[in-house]
């Protein structure tokens, strides 16, 4: 099992950043090694969704659940990938910590690349979470 850890602080309220981590659709946007996403289901704050990663264009299922305004738990339940990714949005007032945890290993051939994988998992999470802090900051109004 493989464990990669990220976090930021956002000068933003946590609903700022919440309002842009809970935009699942939009996930590819920040997230890079994400290309494309099909909705498979959704019962309340739980959907499951196929992914298309960036690795060889391979395709993951996973369960999302949200927490509302705290918590959001991507469960890889088949293909590629298996465990979870956790994004955890915390603070109050002006200031926010944004953090992801991902607790995965890797299957079939992404099996033999799992340290350069992880590599990349552990950039596209920093590079992630500095996007989703620049946009919160860049909706604060000037002051």
């Known amino acids: 099992m493989v464990r990669v850890e990220a976090s930021v602080l956002v000068r933003a309220p946590p609903h700022t950043v919440w309002d842009i981590v809970s935009d699942l659709d939009a996930e590819p946007t920040y997230w890079k090694g994400t290309k494309s996403i099909r909705n498979i289901s959704r019962d309340g704050d739980t959907l499951r969704r196929e992914i298309t990663i960036a690795f060889r264009d391979k395709r993951c299922v996973q369960t999302v659940r949200l927490h509302p305004r705290h918590t959001i738990e991507f469960e890889f339940t088949d293909g590629i990938i298996q465990g979870s990714k956790t994004v955890t949005v915390s ?43 620049r946009d919160a900051e860049e909706r604060m109004p000037d002051t």
Do not use: V
Not at 94 to 123: S, V
């Open 91 to 133: 603070g109050s007032g002006e200031g926010t910590a944004l953090a992801a945890t991902w607790d995965i290993r890797f299957g079939g051939m992404m099996g033999m690349f799992g340290g350069a994988i992880t590599g990349h998992i552990r950039k596209g999470t920093q590079q992630a979470l500095e996007s989703i802090k």
